[in-house]
Each structure stands twice: as structure tokens, then as C-alpha cells.
């Protein structure tokens, strides 16, 4: 599926509409349990942490050795994080703001 189009189904603007109605931690920690499963919110903070590693500039063997993750995981990470849309980029300079 398309990303574009799949942004212009109902039902995941929905889904996004509904991340914006959370208004602190224990509101995201209770719809992300209820969402996902452990090991998917797991797989996001590893994701996560893989692109917080490649912005920081360390090498993929040493990202893959801190976080466990996956020579693929390390390395759709990092497509995503240098690629059109941003989303890891706009958190990790927020995370910088703080």
C-alpha cells in the first residue's frame, strides 16, 4: 500500500487523530498497551534508539551491538532516518530541545 494513500483512510486518521488527544505519559502508556503488543512496543524503543545511535554518528556494527537489533533493523532505520518524511528526525530535535 501507498503511504500517502494509506494516510487518507479513515480509519488510520483516526488512528492519528487519536495520538494527538493524549495529553501526557500514562495517557500514551495506556493506549500504546492497549494498541500494541509488548514486544511491538519494545521493537518501536529499539527502532527508536537505533536512530538516536545513527544521528549521534556511530558506526551500524556498534548500533547493532548496543541496541540488539538487526543489520536490516539498523538499516531501514537509517533509510528512514536520512529519507523524505522525518519522523525520527522531528523527535530527535525535539529530544534535543529538551
Known amino acids: 500500500m501507498n503511504i500517502?494513500?494509506?494516510?487518507?483512510?479513515?480509519?488510520?486518521?483516526?488512528?492519528?487523530q487519536s495520538f494527538l488527544l493524549l495529553e501526557n505519559a500514562d495517557d500514551v502508556r495506556a493506549f500504546l498497551t492497549d494498541l500494541c503488543t509488548p514486544r511491538e512496543i519494545c521493537d518501536f524503543a529499539q527502532r527508536l534508539q537505533v536512530a538516536r545511535y545513527l544521528d549521534?554518528?556511530?558506526?551500524?556494527?556498534?548500533?547493532?551491538?548496543?541496541?540488539?537489533?538487526s543489520s536490516t533493523t539498523v538499516s531501514r532505520v537509517s533509510k528512514s532516518l536520512n529519507g523524505e518524511?522525518?519522523?525520527?528526525?522531528?523527535?530527535l530535535v525535539k529530544f534535543g530541545d529538551q
Not at 500517502?4 to 492519528?16: A, G, N
Not at 549521534?56 to 537489533?69: D, F, I, L
Open 85 to 91: 518524511y522525518g519522523g525520527y528526525r522531528r523527535i
Open 4 to 16: 500517502e494513500k494509506m494516510f487518507e483512510r479513515p480509519d488510520v486518521d483516526q488512528l492519528v
Open 56 to 69: 549521534e554518528g556511530e558506526p551500524y556494527v556498534e548500533v547493532q551491538a548496543r541496541t540488539g537489533a
